[in-house]
């Protein structure tokens, strides 16, 4: 067979196709199995042509092309949907205040049981951190704490709230979360791990609460606002009223921060049984300038009826600090802090605190801060008596600040 006859066949099976596919749908398995057939027939013949063209040329018979039978590509798969799981984005961590010291501590002139060497976990907090995506977050931060003083060992909650991040300028808590005066000083005193700050120390203020928190900040502007139960985070009760704190903080050139704030509240003890007598005040200042290699700052505050919300009398409380801190080489920072409290301005008008520490600071790594301190409180009055108060307190020891 020549390519003519090859020629011809084609233009020929390719009409008997068409004419096949015609057929009344009935037979459309048979058209198409004699179409199959009819393409193999041709390929047949076009491998006879191609072999007697070669051997008549001399040249090698090529073999035959393998028969394949083509398949429709299958669809690739579905790709997986999104199952962030918790772990990707929560984040677990925690943070220990921890000392080994001796105390020799007086009271008129009489030995303590405080006396003596010890070792104590100041403060020790697992911290729990979820974004749920740009907006939305969850925190739950539960403190303990062991004194070998008093053999006390408490485990708590002391933060656990969700948040709304609407911008920088308002952001929403709603829980127990940190009130806007005391975390915001600790911020630039720099060393909470000694000792907490002038109002903490004194015992007039909550750090954290339950209620509803609002914050922001625009340019040098700050600004924080809490409306709480008033208890403090341990004590998540109701009363008749709500107690609102709040603060306003200005950083006019970097490195100088101006703040001021309030409080004003029954602290949780308006309750029906037993009525609030009056509303417990607080008022606070706070400035602090400083680099990256040194700082200095000092805070004031007055309380009015802090401690008598139910008592028959008034009384007030008021008290400063000073601190500083400057670093001596890369690794170590040489710190000092001194406060002055008048806590019972009107019950007992004699009665005077100094407190001041003095120490070297080695910052080991990143997240690990060993201190050797020295501290010292004086609380005095000039009262005789069973009134007579004079309690004097020396303290040395290694501190530490472990963050993870």
């Known amino acids: 067979m020549n390519s003519n006859a090859s020629l011809l066949l084609r233009p020929c099976a390719s009409a008997l196709a068409l004419v096949l596919a015609t057929i009344a749908p009935a037979h459309?398995?048979?058209?198409?199995d004699q179409i199959e057939k009819l393409q193999a027939q041709l390929e047949s013949l076009q491998r006879q042509l191609d072999e007697?063209?070669?051997?008549?040329?001399?040249k090698p018979v090529p073999a035959p092309a393998p028969v394949t039978t083509a398949k429709a590509p299958e669809p690739a798969p579905a790709p997986a949907p999104n199952s962030g799981s918790w772990n990707d984005s929560t984040k677990v961590g925690g943070r220990l205040f921890a000392n080994v010291s001796y105390i020799d501590q007086t009271s008129n002139g009489e030995d303590t049981d405080a006396k003596g060497f010890g070792t104590e976990v100041k403060r020790g907090y697992l911290i729990v951190d979820h974004p749920f995506d740009d907006i939305w977050f969850a925190n739950i931060t539960t403190d303990f704490n062991y004194s070998s003083v008093d053999g006390e060992t408490q485990v708590f909650i002391k933060k656990a709230y969700v948040q709304a991040k609407l911008a920088d300028e308002a952001v929403f808590r709603v829980g127990s979360a940190d009130m806007p005066w005391n975390p915001y000083g600790e911020g630039f005193y720099g060393f909470r791990y000694i000792d907490p700050t002038l109002v903490d120390r004194s015992k007039f203020i909550n750090t954290a609460d339950w209620g509803v928190h609002f914050l922001g900040k625009h340019g040098m502007l700050s600004y924080a606002a809490s409306v709480?139960?008033?208890a403090g985070y341990k004590n998540p009760t109701r009363s008749d009223g709500v107690d609102i704190e709040a603060r306003v903080g200005l950083e006019p050139v970097q490195g100088l921060v101006l703040a001021v704030g309030g409080y004003s509240g029954q602290r949780g003890l308006d309750?029906?049984?037993?009525?609030?007598?009056r509303t417990a005040e607080r008022w606070d200042a706070l400035a602090s300038y400083g680099t990256k290699r040194w700082?200095?700052?000092?805070e004031y505050f007055r309380a009015d009826d802090w401690n008598t919300v139910r008592g028959p009398v008034r009384d007030s409380a008021e008290g400063w600090s000073l601190w500083g801190n400057v670093g001596l080489a890369p690794a170590f920072n040489l710190f000092?802090?001194?406060d002055r409290v008048e806590p019972k301005q009107h019950l007992d008008p004699t009665l005077e605190e100094d407190y001041w520490n003095l120490g070297v600071e080695w910052v080991a790594r990143k997240g690990v801060r060993i201190a050797a301190v020295y501290k010292a409180d004086r609380l005095e009055n000039e009262l005789g008596g069973a009134a007579r108060m004079d309690v004097?307190?020396?303290?040395?020891?290694?501190?530490?600040?472990?963050?993870?």
């Open 28 to 32: 459309a398995d048979a058209v198409s």
């Open 52 to 58: 007697l063209k070669a051997a008549q040329q001399g």
């Open 228 to 230: 709480v139960n008033g």
């Open 271 to 277: 309750v029906s049984s037993n009525p609030a007598r």
């Open 295 to 298: 700082r200095i700052g000092g």
């Open 336 to 338: 000092a802090r001194y």
């Open 392 to 404: 004097d307190t020396d303290e040395f020891g290694v501190y530490g600040d472990v963050t993870f």
